[in-house]
C-alpha cells in the first residue's frame, strides 16, 4: 500500500514538474546554460559521427562511382582501340589509294599499255637485289619489260612464270641501263654498285655534268621509254683510265619503301628510238 | 626418309619467311641466310647423299628465288654441306658456337662466290660498302644461326618423336 502510493507520487512528481517546466520556461532563442553545456558536450561526438558518416557515404558513392567509371573506361578503351585500329586501316588505305593514284597518272602518262603490280616478295640470298611481283605470262608481263613507279625507274623483268614474274633491280650490278643527264643531255650507261647506289659510267670527259643534276632514261636502249626519272648526281670522278667521266647516282625510287609498281607492258607509239626505228613518243 | 621431310617443311617456311618479312626487320642485303643455315644443320645430322641432295635442291630453289645464275647455288650449298660434313666427322664439331663458325665461313664462301661471279660478268663497283656486306653478312648469319640451330633441334627432336624415327 505504501509502496504503491510512493510510486504514484513519483510518477505525479515528474509530470508535474515536466508541466511546470514546459509551461514555465521562457522561450528564448538563445539557449540557457544548461542546453548551451549540453549542446557543447554533445557538439564534438555528433561532428565526429557526422563527419564519419559522410565520409562513409562518400566513400560509398565514390565506389559505386569508381564502379561506373571503370566500366566506363574500359568501353572507352575498347572504343579507342576500335578507332584506332580503323584509323590504321584508313590511314593505310589512303596511302595505298595515293600510291595507286601516282600509278595511274604514270599509266596515263605513257601511250602504251601497263600493268600494276605489287611486290610480293624479295631476294632468297640478300646478295642479289631482285623482287617477285605478283603479276605474270597470264597479264602480258615478260622478260625484259620495264617495271617503274611514280618517282622513277624501279628495274626490268628478268623472268616470268603464269602469275608471278622477277625483277632486277636498277641497283644490282647485273643490270645495265642507257641513261642520260637531263642538263646536259650526255648519255652513259647506268648500272647498279655494290655501294647501295647506281653508277653512271662513259659520260664524255668535257661533259659539263654537275652533283644533283637529275638522270632519266634516253630511250636508246629499246627497254625504257624516253625521259623516265632514274636518279640523281651525288658525285662525279674520272673513270679507271682517265678517258671517260662517272657519276654515282642515288636512285630516284626508295626501293625499302616500294608495295606496288607499274610494269609496262608492251612497246606501243614507239619508245624505241634507235636510230632507224622512228621517232619517240 | 622422315628426315627429309622435315628439312623439307623447315626449307619451305625458312624460304617463304627469307623472301618476305625478314627483309622488312633488317636490310635485305644484309638479313642472314636462313636457307644455308638450315643445309648447315642438314651437314651435322643428315645422311651424306640425302642430306647432298636436300642441300643441291635448297641451292637451286634459292637460284630461282634471287638473281643469280641458276646453280650457282646449288653448287656452293652443296659444297658448304660436304664441307661441313667433313668437318663434322673430322672433328666432332658440335657446339652451337662450333656450327655458327660453320654457318659464318658457308655464308662468307658463298657471298664471295658471288661477288667472284659478279666481277667475271664486268667489275663491278667494289668499295668499303662491297666489303661491309662480304663480312657483315657472315657474321649476321652466324647470329642468326645461333638462335636457328637449338629451334631446329628442339623441332626436329619433336618431329621425331611423332615421326618414329627414334
Known amino acids: ?281 | 626418309m622422315s628426315d627429309l621431310l622435315f628439312v623439307l617443311g623447315a626449307g619451305f617456311a625458312l624460304l617463304i619467311l627469307q623472301t618476305t618479312s625478314l627483309g622488312f626487320t633488317i636490310s635485305p642485303e644484309y638479313k642472314p641466310d636462313l636457307a644455308l643455315i638450315l643445309v648447315v644443320w642438314a651437314a651435322l645430322r643428315m645422311d651424306l647423299l640425302v642430306g647432298a641432295g636436300f642441300a643441291f635442291m635448297t641451292g637451286m630453289t634459292v637460284d630461282m628465288l634471287s638473281g643469280s645464275h641458276l646453280g650457282l647455288f646449288a653448287l656452293m650449298y652443296c659444297a658448304i654441306f660436304l664441307a661441313c660434313g667433313r668437318a663434322h666427322t673430322a672433328f666432332q664439331v658440335d657446339s652451337p658456337m662450333g656450327r655458327a663458325i660453320m654457318a659464318v665461313l658457308g655464308c662468307f664462301v658463298a657471298g664471295s662466290a658471288v661477288a667472284a661471279l659478279r666481277w667475271v660478268q664486268g667489275p663491278p663497283d667494289f668499295g668499303w660498302n662491297a666489303l661491309l656486306w662480304l663480312t657483315a653478312k657472315p657474321l649476321i648469319t652466324g647470329a642468326g644461326a645461333l638462335l636457328v640451330f637449338p629451334a631446329l633441334d628442339r623441332l626436329h627432336s619433336g618431329y621425331s618423336r611423332i615421326a618414329g624415327s627414334y
Open chain 1, 1 to 281: 500500500m505504501f509502496r504503491s502510493v510512493r510510486n504514484i507520487s513519483v510518477i505525479l512528481l515528474l509530470l508535474g514538474a515536466g508541466l511546470v517546466i514546459l509551461l514555465s520556461s521562457p522561450q528564448r532563442p538563445e539557449a540557457g546554460l544548461i542546453r548551451g553545456t549540453l549542446y557543447a558536450l554533445l557538439q564534438p561526438f555528433q561532428e565526429a559521427v557526422s563527419t564519419a558518416q559522410s565520409r562513409v557515404r562518400n566513400i560509398w558513392s565514390s565506389y559505386i562511382y569508381l564502379t561506373e567509371v571503370r566500366e566506363h573506361n574500359r568501353k572507352l578503351t575498347q572504343e579507342v582501340a576500335r578507332l584506332l585500329h580503323e584509323r590504321a586501316i584508313l590511314l593505310a588505305k589512303d596511302q595505298e589509294n595515293r600510291r595507286l593514284r601516282k600509278l595511274l597518272d604514270l599509266k596515263r602518262g605513257y601511250d602504251f599499255p601497263s600493268v600494276v603490280g605489287k611486290i610480293i616478295g624479295e631476294d632468297a640470298s640478300g646478295w642479289y637485289r631482285t623482287l617477285f611481283i605478283n603479276r605474270g605470262l597470264d597479264d602480258g608481263v615478260g622478260p625484259k619489260m620495264p617495271v617503274a613507279v611514280a618517282e622513277g625507274v624501279v628495274g626490268r623483268i628478268t623472268e616470268s612464270s603464269a602469275s608471278v614474274s622477277k625483277a632486277l633491280l636498277i641497283t644490282d650490278p647485273g643490270l645495265s641501263l642507257d641513261c642520260r643527264v637531263a642538263r646536259t643531255r650526255d648519255r652513259g650507261v647506268l648500272s647498279g654498285t655494290l655501294q647501295g647506289g647506281c653508277i653512271l659510267r662513259y659520260l664524255d670527259h668535257r661533259s659539263g655534268v654537275k652533283e644533283r643534276d637529275e638522270v632519266v632514261t634516253s630511250g636508246m636502249d629499246g627497254v625504257f621509254p624516253k625521259d623516265m626519272p632514274v636518279g640523281a648526281v651525288r658525285q662525279i670522278r674520272q673513270s679507271g683510265q682517265g678517258l671517260f667521266l662517272e657519276a654515282l647516282v642515288d636512285p630516284a625510287v626508295d626501293f625499302s619503301k616500294l608495295e606496288e609498281v607499274l610494269i609496262i607492258v608492251a612497246k606501243r607509239g614507239g619508245f624505241d628510238v634507235r636510230p632507224g626505228l622512228g621517232a619517240d613518243r
